[in-house]
């Protein structure tokens, strides 16, 4: 579904990634790991269409998306989740949700109240807070909301770039269970994480991303008995 050939990515003159090569299968969630500063949202940026010196290929379902705008990106089914949420705060959930939808045709107004009332059945507490301003959620809502805004378009894949970072414990159980959900509704999930436990537990492969190179790759069940993989991420 998704095929990264040789992608190599700068910001101004310093390039970021070298020659990375990914592939996410319909249907599975593939997790990629890494530190601070090894590259996980430049990658996903890229993917997405953000604004970014690259070469090599990208392609979605066979098609090449390289140089493709975000826009034109989420009309051929990616979404992207961010890496801080950026949810619009002066508006409401409601507004952010509907605003999720805003490259799907006139024709598909029923179907967009269908997936609306799934979102906020897939997150309860969205429901709750349907009129409140997204800018007064908490964080773990306000990360909810990113997912769900993304979830709007109707995507063939999800990019979602560090869904725990700064939440609690329990909230990230929570947003969890929600994916693995997700992946059993066969949605295509490429997920950017530094909670290597909660990424193995829902991805059946995985990427570990360092300085912008991939330095290991295979089955989440294999990466979690590497010892170098242990130590690194799982505190083993």
């Known amino acids: 579904m998704l095929n990264l050939q040789q992608v190599s990515v700068w910001r101004d003159a310093a390039q970021i990634l070298f020659d990375i090569d990914l592939n ?3 249907g599975e969630i593939v997790c990629l790991l890494g530190p601070n500063g090894a590259g996980k949202s430049t990658l996903m940026n890229a993917v997405a269409g ?8 990208i392609e979605l379902d066979g098609a090449n998306i390289t140089t493709l705008r975000a826009d034109q990106l989420v009309r051929r089914g990616l979404a992207l989740s961010p890496e801080g949420r950026q949810v619009f705060a002066p508006l409401s959930v409601y507004e952010n949700l509907t605003l999720g939808a805003y490259a799907r045709p006139r024709k598909e107004r029923a ?3 269908q997936d609306l009332d799934w979102v906020l059945d897939l997150f309860p507490k969205l429901a709750e807070r349907s009129q409140q ?3 007064t959620l908490s964080g773990g809502e306000q990360q909810m909301l990113a997912i769900g805004r993304a979830l709007m378009s109707h995507p063939r894949v999800l990019l979602l770039d560090e869904p725990s970072l700064g939440l609690a414990p329990k909230i990230v159980s929570e947003i969890f269970s929600t994916l693995k959900q997700l992946g059993e509704k066969g949605i295509t999930i490429l997920l950017a994480e530094q909670n290597a436990h909660m990424a193995f537990s829902i991805a059946q492969r995985g ?5 912008g190179h991939i330095i290991k790759t295979g089955n989440t069940a294999d990466l979690a ?3 170098s993989v242990q130590q690194a991420y799982l505190g083993i």
């Open 24 to 26: 996410v299968n319909a």
């Open 133 to 135: 301003l997204a800018g």
């Open 111 to 113: 179907a967009v109240q």
């Open 50 to 57: 953000r604004f970014m010196q690259k070469k090599g290929t």
């Open 225 to 227: 008995k590497d010892p």
């Open 207 to 211: 990427y570990i991303l360092s300085e």
